[in-house]
Structure formats: C-alpha cells, structure tokens
C-alpha cells in the first residue's frame, strides 16, 4: 500500500534556530507533495505545494525564503523552518499524491514543533 | 475561489447513537470533497472520497457521506459510533492551483466526543 514517513515526529527547536523535518513516500510515486502546517486550535493551513516538474508554488503568507522546499525525486521530500520562532509552532504534515490517486492525498504522521 | 466551512466545532454523542458530521462548501467548478480523521496528537487519515457518480459514497470503519449539489453539502455520518471515532474529523475541497495542481482547502474540523 501507499505509505508517507514522516520524521522527526517531535522537535523542540530554540527561538531563532532552524529545523528541517523529511517525508519519504512508499509505495507510489509521489508526483505531488503538499506541506501544511497545523497552528494550535487551528486548522490546517496550506505552505506550498511542489509538484515534479513544476516550480513550487507557495501560498500568501509563507515564504521560500522562510520554508524552504526540496523535492528532489518521487519518494523524498523535505522542509525546513528557517528562524523559528513561537508563531511557527504546531503540526507540520507532509501530503503526497501520484498522478492516479485523484486529489487523495497520503499523509506522514507529522513532525510536532515546539519552540523555546 | 472554493471554501469548506464545519458549522459544528464540537459533537458529543453516545457509544451506539448516530451521528452527523455537517459540512458546506462553496461551488466552482469540478468538485472533489474528501474527508479526514485526525486522531488525537497525530496525522491525518483519508475516511473517504466524492468525485463523481453515487452522492452517497462509503468510507472505512461504517463512515459515509452524501454529496448534494442543492445544498452544497458533504455530510459525513455514521449509523452506530464507537469510543474509538472520538476524533477530529476534517472536511476538504480541491481547489485548482495555478494550473501545476490542485490543492486541498480544509475546513476547521469538527471534533467527535463518544462517550461511553
């Protein structure tokens, strides 16, 4: 079956260092890989999606300069919180989908943030 | 533009009734409605899908939803809960993206109390 692994599943990062948190797809090609982000008490909000061949598109409010992406082939992807800080905190999930799996979207478990 | 609105932030049901999870969203275009559980502290599981075809479309574990185009609706529901169901369940519509993609537009989420 199609699997998202998603680690590390908790961090707790300083004020004003980085992290970067990685998604590995098994099972299926992961043309598409969308990262949202879980605040507390919030839904979930939309980063950026990458999808192979195409340049990643990031929605208002977040920044390549402040998330930077990579998806350097159909089963990794990875992203980085760069300068966190406390409005960064929450649940960051990684979504991955084929070309066949029409909009589904496979889920890693998260990577929980919490910042000092 | 598509939106998803929960009106429902919390449900309280007991073990064996019924219940329904209310979702709405807005129209524009091909639609696509899934829905998500989000177990406690943890990442999200697909329950089910609508694209096209029967309104009423089944999930895992006795979830199904109907789709209705009149109401703009996507009710999730379920004859006889268990204690495991305690959950937050998410509503979600594919928007397209830009033309590289669609992406997923969640609702707040509904949580699910069962209780015993």
């Known amino acids: 079956g199609a699997l998202v692994y998603q680690y590390p599943r908790r961090t707790i990062c300083k004020s004003g260092t980085s992290m970067r948190m990685e998604c590995q797809a098994v099972?299926?090609?992961?043309?598409?890989v969308a990262w949202y982000r879980q605040s507390p008490q919030k839904t979930f909000e939309l980063i950026a999606l990458?999808?192979?061949?195409?340049?990643?598109?990031?929605e208002q409010n977040f920044t390549q300069e402040k998330f930077p992406i990579s998806h350097p082939n159909l089963s990794f992807s990875s992203m980085t919180v760069l300068n966190a800080y406390l409005e960064d905190r929450g649940l960051y999930l990684c979504?991955?989908?084929?070309?066949?799996?029409?909009?589904?979207?496979?889920f890693g478990h998260g990577t929980k943030l919490s910042v000092l | 533009t598509q939106t998803v609105s929960q009106s429902d932030a919390h449900v309280t049901v007991f073990e064996g009734d019924s219940v329904e999870l209310r979702c709405n969203y807005s129209?524009?275009?091909?639609?696509?409605l899934s829905w998500y559980i989000q177990h406690h502290g943890r990442g999200l599981q697909f329950l089910l899908k609508?694209?096209?075809?029967?309104?009423v479309v089944q999930g895992v574990n006795g979830f199904e939803a109907e789709f209705s185009k009149s109401d703009s609706s996507f009710h999730l529901r379920k004859a006889s809960v268990h204690w495991s169901d305690s959950a937050v369940y998410f509503c979600?519509?594919?928007?397209?993206?830009?033309?590289?993609?669609?992406?997923?537009?969640f609702g707040t989420g509904t949580l699910l109390s069962v209780k015993p």
């Open positions: 979504g991955a989908k084929d070309s066949f799996s029409n909009e589904r979207l496979f």
């Open positions: 099972g299926f090609q992961a043309t598409s």
């Open positions: 990458s999808t192979v061949n195409s340049a990643i598109k990031y």
């Open positions: 129209y524009g275009g091909s639609i696509y």
């Open positions: 609508y694209y096209s075809g029967n309104p």
């Open positions: 979600a519509v594919s928007a397209r993206y830009g033309g590289s993609g669609n992406k997923l537009i």
